[in-house]
């Protein structure tokens, strides 16, 4: 369901280096979204530093539209990252999840596992 990993580096360096990271795999950041200083200007603070990446590869994008619309409520792909018991946790939904509730091809399964491995590729790069 989840996929989750952790690393030492400090979550500033992270969230500096995470466009870099993800442009070397074909991926783009669309849009961040940072929860604390969002919830805080709402009115709901939280301590929590926690900034969700928005994720586009374009041509996985486009064979997934074609091939199955409805995944489209699950793009772009999102990569969590905050920090926990002094470690920073980079998170996402994990691709069979996604797969699971959708009808497809083999060929189109084994594609977006391989688009999968690319994003978790970006996840542990800053593996210790």
Not at 11 to 29: H, L, N
Not at 105 to 128: A, C, G, P, Q
Request: glycine share 4%.
């Amino acid at each position: 369901m989840i996929y989750k990993v952790q690393t030492t580096q400090d979550i500033d360096i992270v969230k500096e280096q995470i466009a870099e990271k993800a442009r070397a795999v074909g991926f783009d950041v669309l849009q961040s979204y940072e929860f604390k200083k969002i919830l805080h200007d709402k009115g709901y603070p939280i301590e929590k530093d926690i900034t969700v990446f928005e994720l586009c590869n374009p041509s996985a994008a486009q064979q997934a539209l074609t091939h199955m619309p409805e995944v489209s409520v699950s793009f772009p792909c999102r990569i969590s990252v905050y920090k926990a018991r002094g470690v920073t946790k980079i998170v996402t939904i994990g691709l069979a999840s996604i797969l699971s509730g959708v009808n497809g091809n083999d060929e189109f399964r084994s594609y977006m596992t391989i688009i999968f491995e690319n994003l978790k590729h970006v996840m542990h790069s800053w593996d210790d």
